[in-house]
């Protein structure tokens, strides 16, 4: 019988304000100062993430909390108009709708969030109806709503009961703690692990301390990756990837490589003038996410995905610009001839 979703994605929503760009360090001593532009978008890596797999064609749904204020009325709206199905996204009667500010500076950019009901996220916002009605499950922000958190490895095992696959965004840690005793029984029942290249790096120096400093791992084709013991993502992912899930690092201009745990692959990054990177690893995400929901294996994936995270650059906020599916498959093309989606 066919499930009513491809896909369930987990976690968090929240209006993002952008401006920029700004000086390295702002002025204080209220002093008033003037950039290019300020925009008010949709926020928030698994919101991103929805956005970006229901624009190339997925049947997505969304569980997470909002408050009952402008702002949650706002994040509904944006997430209804591209497609998302919003009937489990719960309104917070008490705490207010989380806020980000982001200030960019070239290709950086600093990321400032009022957590408003994010504390508040929890197991009771993810309904066993959508666990058990999507053939995917996905869940961003991991460190930001803790509650959340310390049940996700139940609720990643309830969705593997049904014949679901798993992935998991952690996203930056603002504690810088990396928790290993949060995270480390979430990973048991967690199918493919997407982090950028500097997460990945923080999660294995937690999660499997000292594992870095090992041999170069073993690239698919036998030879030997990266330029010495321990050094770039490659040695990060294999550590991570003995844990449990295939891992899928995000390296920016690097392109992209995935390790399972004895065998790395890479693909290079997709040919991009970018106008914005806030959310181009969501919208990875979404496209390997669709990528292994479509059949495609894995270096065809990992293509598919750096091209929806390129394309997603083309405009200001995560979400105006990310592609549709055919505008994906023509990009990855162009770094892998005969890969398709």
Request: charged fraction near 20%; hydrophobic fraction near 45%; proline fraction near 8%.
């Given at each position: 019988?066919?499930?009513?979703?491809d896909?369930?994605?987990?976690?968090?929503?929240?209006p993002?304000?952008?401006i920029?760009?700004?000086?390295?360090t702002?002025?204080?001593g209220?002093?008033?100062?003037?950039?290019?532009?300020?925009?008010?978008?949709?926020?928030?890596?698994?919101?991103?993430?929805?956005c970006?797999?229901?624009?190339?064609?997925?049947?997505?749904?969304?569980?997470?909390?909002?408050?009952?204020d402008?702002?949650?009325?706002?994040?509904?709206?944006?997430?209804?108009?591209?497609?998302?199905?919003?009937?489990?996204?719960?309104?917070?009667?008490?705490?207010?709708?989380?806020?980000?500010?982001?200030?960019?500076?070239?290709?950086?950019?600093?990321?400032?969030?009022?957590?408003?009901?994010?504390?508040?996220?929890?197991?009771?916002?993810?309904?066993?109806?959508?666990?058990?009605?999507?053939?995917?499950?996905?869940?961003?922000?991991?460190?930001?709503?803790?509650?959340?958190?310390?049940?996700?490895?139940?609720?990643?095992?309830?969705?593997?009961?049904?014949?679901?696959?798993?992935?998991?965004?952690?996203?930056?840690?603002?504690?810088?703690?990396?928790?290993?005793?949060?995270?480390?029984?979430?990973?048991?029942?967690?199918?493919?692990?997407?982090?950028?290249?500097?997460?990945?790096?923080?999660?294995?120096?937690?999660?499997?301390?000292?594992s870095v400093?090992?041999?170069?791992?073993?690239?698919?084709?036998?030879?030997?990756?990266?330029?010495?013991?321990?050094?770039?993502?490659?040695?990060?992912?294999?550590?991570?990837?003995?844990?449990?899930?295939?891992?899928?690092?995000?390296?920016?201009?690097?392109?992209?490589?995935?390790?399972?745990?004895?065998?790395?692959?890479?693909?290079?990054a997709?040919?991009?003038?970018?106008?914005?990177?806030?959310?181009?690893?969501?919208?990875?995400?979404?496209?390997?996410?669709?990528?292994?929901?479509?059949?495609?294996?894995?270096?065809?994936?990992?293509?598919?995905?750096?091209?929806?995270?390129?394309?997603?650059?083309?405009?200001?906020?995560?979400?105006?610009?990310?592609?549709?599916?055919?505008?994906?498959r023509?990009?990855?093309?162009?770094?892998?001839?005969?890969s398709?989606?």
């Amino acid at each position: 019988m066919p499930r009513p979703f491809d896909l369930l994605v987990i976690g968090d929503a929240n209006p993002d304000v952008v401006i920029g760009p700004v000086p390295r360090t702002p002025e204080f001593g209220q002093r008033e100062q003037l950039v290019d532009s300020g925009r008010l978008l949709l926020g928030g890596s698994a919101a991103i993430t929805a956005c970006g797999a229901a624009r190339l064609g997925l049947r997505v749904a969304f569980a997470g909390r909002v408050g009952d204020d402008a702002a949650g009325t706002f994040v509904r709206t944006a997430l209804a108009e591209r497609g998302v199905d919003v009937s489990a996204l719960a309104t917070d009667p008490v705490l207010p709708t989380p806020l980000t500010t982001v200030l960019t500076h070239g290709a950086d950019r600093a990321i400032l969030t009022a957590p408003g009901c994010l504390a508040a996220t929890g197991p009771q916002d993810v309904p066993d109806r959508l666990l058990a009605g999507a053939r995917h499950v996905h869940a961003g922000s991991f460190f930001l709503m803790p509650r959340l958190a310390r049940s996700l490895g139940e609720i990643f095992a309830r969705a593997r009961g049904h014949g679901a696959a798993t992935s998991l965004d952690t996203n930056d840690d603002p504690a810088q703690r990396w928790d290993a005793e949060l995270l480390g029984p979430v990973l048991k029942s967690t199918d493919f692990l997407l982090p950028n290249a500097a997460e990945a790096r923080a999660l294995a120096a937690t999660l499997a301390p000292g594992s870095v400093e090992g041999a170069p791992e073993r690239a698919a084709g036998g030879a030997p990756e990266g330029n010495g013991p321990g050094t770039g993502p490659a040695s990060a992912a294999a550590a991570l990837a003995r844990l449990g899930p295939l891992v899928v690092v995000k390296d920016g201009a690097a392109g992209a490589l995935a390790h399972d745990g004895e065998v790395l692959t890479r693909t290079p990054a997709v040919p991009a003038d970018p106008v914005d990177t806030v959310g181009a690893g969501d919208s990875f995400d979404a496209g390997f996410i669709a990528a292994v929901l479509h059949g495609l294996d894995l270096p065809a994936a990992l293509s598919f995905a750096a091209a929806c995270g390129a394309l997603s650059t083309r405009a200001h906020g995560g979400t105006a610009a990310q592609p549709t599916r055919d505008e994906a498959r023509a990009a990855a093309l162009t770094t892998r001839p005969g890969s398709h989606a």
